[in-house]
């Protein structure tokens, strides 16, 4: 199901910041050699972290689901002088090129990447985090998002990404996996009042859930 038109998208990339040069050369890279493209944060997404990190100016960001290194780099330019950011990615192979990015950028030494599970990683996390990005394994996003809530700053925001999940939600009987656990993820953070949130329909859906 196409749920973004296609032309108005690219009316927003072109009327968008442009992507620096390293974040043009990972979209180059991941279009062209990464069966996944699709998984990509990509221009105009990524200027909306980029923006809610400079707005927000956070210390600590936790990032779930890393790829190819595009979304933390985004974030990692609104980090505070002396911040840090913590991305997770479970296959090796990502992580590397991920990594090798990250050794470009001006933020190389503020961006921490942890190779494995989340959910045996997150918990030796011990940081307050001021800003989530959940973009990972769409059956995990209720147990990522319990084991990151509690270490989410008063008025800290958690993003989650995906949750229109190509537009598979939106039926009456939903049958994929991904698109049942992501339905019942929206669920969940509408019905938790520690929380207030909103959906966004870009790309695929982006969540904001702001901690009260």
């Not at 493209?37 to 400079?54: D, N, R, Y």
């Not at 956070?58 to 985004?74: D, H, N, R, V, W």
């Not at 990615?89 to 961006?111: H, M, R, T, V």
Request: net charge negative; proline share 2%; aromatic share 8%.
């Amino acid at each position: 199901m196409e749920i973004i038109n296609k032309e108005a998208e690219g009316y927003a990339a072109a009327f968008s910041s442009r992507e620096d040069e390293l974040l043009a050369e990972i979209a180059g890279y991941t279009n062209k050699f990464h069966p996944q493209a699709c998984m990509l944060s990509g221009h105009v997404q990524g200027k909306i972290l980029e923006t809610l990190s400079c707005l927000l100016k956070p210390q600590k960001i936790l990032e779930i689901g890393t790829f190819m290194g595009y979304s933390a780099l985004c974030m990692a330019k609104g980090l505070k002088a002396g911040g840090e950011l913590h991305t997770i990615e479970l296959k090796e192979e990502d992580a590397a090129i991920a990594q090798g990015y990250f050794s470009k950028s001006l933020n190389f030494n503020k961006i921490n990447l942890h190779v494995g599970d989340a959910h045996h990683i997150i918990p030796t996390l011990k940081d307050q985090w001021d800003m989530i990005f959940i973009d990972a394994d769409k059956v995990s996003y209720i147990d990522y998002y319990e084991l990151t809530l509690p270490a989410l700053k008063t008025n800290g925001l958690l993003i989650a990404d995906n949750v229109l999940f190509h537009g598979e939600v939106l039926k009456e009987d939903i049958t994929g996996k991904n698109a049942k656990a992501i339905d019942a993820f929206n669920r969940h953070v509408a019905n938790d009042e520690r929380v207030q949130q909103v959906i966004l329909t870009v790309r695929d859906g982006l969540s904001l859930v702001r901690k009260l």
